[in-house]
């Protein structure tokens, strides 16, 4: 009777919650991070009793159609297969803002098409559901998903160019931290020193695009003079042409481990590539499945990192890991700001995955808050794979309800680092070497 009450258990309640966590005044090539990044928290309730929660972009577009799905989930069983599906198909009946909008925090994600919402929103679903079906089977979502290769996941030191402070004018309670500023090569390598300190990363990624290429190549060099043998990466997010994409190729190629986004677009990052033995990353021009197959025809990229979000949730990661492994080229993970329900996803696929070659990308150090009771420790720069059920972690109500109450106070409701730069230099705009 019990086995059979599990088989058939139902969604009975599906909650959906808008949060706004504190993030620091980290610079990108889009401007500056604001003091408050849009998240959404998902909860499936089963008749069972078990509780899944999952996490993604809380920008307007997303949470508009994570609300407008949730309902169709109410009677449904504990399956993942054709959620990507039905969530696209309740895309179009919702009126999107944003969708292809030329300059957005999404583009660096790739273009905010239809389809990318529906994968990130369908993502959260399917990893609240893994998780809720590990509760009710008594097991990780690792072993749901075919088992773990390996006993922990490595993770990178996410450098970023930043304030000290975000500017003036966003009221009193505005997030502090202590990192002080990062603006040039001796504060970059300081944070790294941090990271390594408090976290033992082992690998360093730093964010470009923000300074002219020669201080970024300066700030790479100083981290690999500072961190001997350590694999340094740099990532500008396509600022640059493709001259300027191989002049800094050149200069790292017995340096870095590899180079992220020099360029923007496929076809670009090919002339790029026949141009350097240095492997090409991305996480901005191959970002969906219709995106493969010109940029490995092209060879225009050598590594792809993943987003479990908008690729579309753990087992298309795993998909996407198949056909990384079947052309040769290396799979690795992207971040976003984000907390600890995604930051236990990625670690629970990531252990599933035999052809993970490099450190993955998280954003977790920034953050001062999380909506889980007990937030990942980075030990040595890795994080154990849990063997308990689920995703391994517990939502903090009291958390979720605080950030949701600042969610339901202001006015933020997506993500614009050109808005939160113009604060400042109301002159600015994106630049491009
Ligand atoms: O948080 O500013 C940032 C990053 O630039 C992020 O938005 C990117 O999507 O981390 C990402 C990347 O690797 O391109
Ligand atoms: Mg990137």
Same mark, same amino acid.
């Given at each position: ?103 957005? @925090?999404?583009?660096? /994600?790739?273009? #905010?098409?239809?389809?990318?919402? +529906?994968? $990130? =929103? &369908?993502?959260?679903?399917? *990893? !609240? ?50 990192w002080g500023a990062a603006l ?41 003079? @500072?961190?001997?043998? /350590?694999?340094? #990466?740099?990532?500008?997010?396509? +600022?640059? $042409? =493709? &001259?300027?994409?191989?002049? *800094? !190729? ?21 002339e790029v590539a026949r141009g ?24 225009a990229v050598q590594v792809v ?129």
């Amino acid at each position: 009777v019990e086995i059979s009450a599990k088989i058939n258990s139902k969604i009975t309640q599906v909650r959906v919650t808008p949060i706004l966590i504190a993030d620091p005044p980290l610079l990108n090539i889009q401007g500056v991070h604001a003091p408050y990044a849009p998240r959404a928290i998902i909860e499936v309730e089963t008749d069972t009793g078990e509780i899944g929660v999952g996490e993604t972009y809380g920008d307007t577009d997303y949470l508009s159609v994570a609300q407008a799905f949730a309902p169709e989930l109410v009677g449904s069983p504990l399956s993942v297969n054709g959620l990507r599906g039905r969530v696209r198909a309740r895309t179009e009946s919702v009126e999107l803002q944003r969708v292809d909008a030329a300059v957005d @925090a999404g583009g660096l /994600r790739g273009p #905010r098409s239809l389809n990318k919402i +529906a994968c $990130s =929103v &369908a993502s959260a679903f399917e *990893v !609240a559901i893994y998780d809720a079906l590990g509760h009710l089977a008594g097991l990780p979502v690792h072993a749901l998903l075919g088992g773990k290769v390996r006993d922990d996941v490595d993770f990178s030191a996410y450098l970023f160019y930043r304030w000290a402070e975000h500017p003036d004018g966003y009221g009193s309670d505005v997030p502090h931290d202590d990192w002080g500023a990062a603006l040039d090569p001796d504060q970059v390598v300081q944070q790294a020193r941090r990271m390594v300190r408090d976290y033992g990363f082992t690998s360093f990624k730093l964010k470009g695009g923000v300074f002219p290429p020669d201080q970024e190549v300066a700030a790479t060099k100083a981290l690999a003079e @500072a961190f001997p043998g /350590r694999p340094v #990466r740099l990532d500008p997010n396509g +600022a640059w $042409s =493709v &001259a300027t994409s191989l002049r *800094v !190729a050149a200069e790292l190629e017995s340096i870095a481990e590899y180079l992220e986004d020099p360029t923007t677009g496929t076809a670009q990052m090919a002339e790029v590539a026949r141009g350097t033995s240095l492997p090409l990353a991305t996480n901005m021009c191959v970002t969906s499945t219709e995106e493969i197959s010109e940029a490995f025809r092209t060879d225009a990229v050598q590594v792809v990192l993943s987003d479990h979000h908008y690729w579309g949730g753990l087992r298309a990661t795993q998909d996407l890991a198949a056909i990384c492994d079947a052309f040769d080229v290396g799979l690795s993970m992207h971040s976003n700001t984000h907390l600890g329900i995604s930051l236990a996803a990625m670690t629970q696929v990531a252990s599933t995955i035999p052809t993970l070659r490099y450190a993955c990308d998280t954003h977790r150090p920034w953050q001062t808050e999380d909506v889980i009771t007990t937030p990942h420790v980075f030990a040595d720069g890795k994080l154990p794979v849990t063997g308990t059920p689920g995703l391994g972690i517990e939502l903090d109500r009291d958390s979720l309800q605080r950030l949701h109450q600042r969610w339901a106070g202001s006015p933020i409701r997506d993500r614009d680092d050109g808005v939160a730069m113009r604060r400042v230099h109301p002159e600015w705009t994106q630049p491009s070497w």
